[in-house]
């Protein structure tokens, strides 16, 4: 779960830059 987790927020933290 820690993966799915780190992989989620590493997205999330890309979408935020793009924005």
């Given amino acids: ?3 799915y987790d780190d ?3 590493g997205f ?3 979408e935020d ?3």
């Fill in 12 to 14: 999330r933290n890309l």
């Fill in 17 to 19: 830059e793009a924005r």
């Fill in 7 to 9: 992989l989620t927020s």
């Fill in 1 to 3: 779960q820690k993966l």
